[in-house]
């Protein structure tokens, strides 16, 4: 586990050192804990923000956001572009289905076209690993990744984290159990990045063909058995079963599936009696998850953990566009 050094003392502006000195946010890895900390900070600003009737802040008005979603997404595009236009940006999302992409592009040829463009910045879903980073060191602007592959999600991350401090008031020694899908999840790699720097103590739960090879690695310890890997728990992140990744043989069936690692009230009272629910989204209900759970406000945190994303995203818009603003000190 990684111990979190101290945030640097105030950070003067124009004393070159900056609170994000990072040109594009395609990952948790390589963040300072230090970096997570202020863009949280960040965003718990916006949270009010965003309850009040009227929603708009000028701060980014004339800059151009362009989301590109090569693959589903409910929440987070949608999310994008409300952060985007709450902080004034003309925001453009790429329809990929009726793109040229269909007509065989490559994604070296649509990247040049957006950066043609000039965007202030581009937010990318792609289902390709390492694909977000490709096109980020190709173009000119700030690149945020909305997840690719099964690499990272980075934003989903930070939205993690800020619903856990809000709701526990921390995350330094807190038990946290991500179960399920890890395997093909970024969600769960970015969190694992995230939590770890910020010193919680993160096991995975899952069955074996659904743990990534030496995951210990990572600084978590490992569980099979669910209510092993939930006792005690602080909080309980559950994942959706990504069957479009899986090529058969994964999960003998969901009736078993459910049975062994479906988190039910029954299951939850191995937790913390005042253990915290998370899921992503889109949930298979009945799956990896029971909807009296889910929908249970007491226990689970499930929207505010969309009302949080809105908050983290126009953080990370407005931090990653402060050099091209000329905001001083960045
Ligand atoms: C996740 C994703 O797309 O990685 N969803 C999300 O962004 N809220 C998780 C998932 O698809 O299971």
């Not at 390589?30 to 009010?48: R, S």
């Not at 096991?203 to 090879?213: D, F």
């Not at 009696?273 to 992503?280: E, F, G």
Request: charge should be negative; include cysteine; proline fraction near 6%.
């Amino acid at each position: 586990m990684n111990a979190s050094p101290p945030m640097p003392e105030a950070i003067e502006p124009g004393s070159g050192v900056h609170a994000f000195p990072h040109r594009h946010l395609t990952g948790i890895e390589g963040l300072q804990p230090h970096e997570i900390v202020y863009l949280l900070d960040e965003a718990e600003k916006w949270i009010a923000f965003n309850r009040a009737t009227t929603k708009h802040d000028p701060l980014l008005a004339g800059l151009t956001q362009i989301n590109a979603f090569f693959e589903n997404s409910t929440r987070t595009l949608l999310s994008f572009e409300i952060a985007g236009k709450r902080l004034g940006m003309d925001v453009v999302n790429m329809a990929v289905a009726q793109s040229s992409v269909k007509k065989g592009e490559t994604l070296l040829d649509t990247t040049a076209t957006l950066n043609a463009m000039r965007p202030d910045v581009i937010v990318i879903r792609h289902d390709a690993s390492g694909a977000v980073q490709l096109i980020a060191d190709k173009v000119d602007c700030p690149v945020l990744n909305a997840g690719d592959g099964r690499h990272e999600h980075p934003t989903q991350a930070l939205l993690d984290a800020l619903t856990i401090r809000r709701r526990k008031g921390r995350i330094e020694n807190l038990v946290v159990a991500i179960c399920g899908d890890v395997l093909h999840s970024r969600v769960a790699r970015s969190n694992i990045l995230a939590l770890t720097a910020l010193a919680a103590e993160v096991r995975v739960v899952a069955p074996p063909t659904l743990m990534p090879a030496a995951v210990e690695r990572m600084g978590v310890t490992p569980f099979s058995d669910m209510d092993a890997g939930l006792d005690g728990a602080d909080v309980v992140m559950m994942l959706r079963v990504q069957n479009e990744r899986m090529e058969g043989g994964f999960v003998p069936s969901t009736r078993e599936y459910h049975a062994l690692y479906g988190l039910t009230r029954e299951r939850l009272s191995r937790a913390a009696p005042d253990a915290l629910v998370m899921h992503p989204g889109p949930m298979n209900r009945g799956i990896e998850i029971t909807s009296d759970v889910a929908d249970d406000p007491r226990v689970s945190a499930i929207t505010e953990q969309v009302e949080t994303g809105v908050a983290v995203r126009m953080a990370c818009l407005d931090v990653l566009t402060r050099g091209r603003r000329g905001v001083p000190g960045w």
